[in-house]
């Protein structure tokens, strides 16, 4: 692919629409075996947008479906918007490339404890290894993306190790 000008605003939404649909995607699949599909943002509308310390897991509630996924897109969007900015900068400095790894574990363990502060329920309705396995799907997914989206960061990678002073 070669190399062109990219706008942070459009590949971070595209890189976050990728993101976000990998954690939907994954969360979609997990309710659908449990017989109960759209629960989780239903449940996640409830319990992180409008608060709710007893969520109606009986039943998908319409407007916390819809409102959290609007939410959802639209934070994954800015997450992309940073990671495209954070590659455009590795790209051209090496010591930056550092930040990646520490990048991906912060979005690992965010949710999950964003949903731990919110509520003691949501330990029960979203286990962590359902979690972790959703973020690191998006991560992946991401990642994959940004990676055959910029070969100047490949090249740099190749030219330049970790961290060498250029």
Known sequence: MADRPHSIPGEGTDVGIIGGLAVAVWFLLLDAIAGQPLQTPSLLGQVVLFRDANPDTSRVVL?????????????????????????????DNSVVRYALLPVF????????????????????????????????????????????????????????PLGAAQ
């Open 63 to 91: 407007g916390a479906f819809l409102v959290y996924t609007a939410v959802h897109f639209l934070v994954f969007a800015l997450i992309g918007m940073g990671l495209v900015a954070l590659v455009h900068w590795a790209t």
């Open 105 to 160: 574990l912060v979005f690992e363990v965010l949710f999950y404890g964003l949903l731990a502060v919110l509520s003691e329920r949501t330990n029960e309705l979203f286990p962590f290894w359902a979690v972790v396995a959703a973020n690191t799907l998006a991560a992946i997914s991401m990642g994959v993306y940004l990676w055959v989206r910029h070969p100047r960061l490949r090249r740099a990678i190749r030219e330049t």
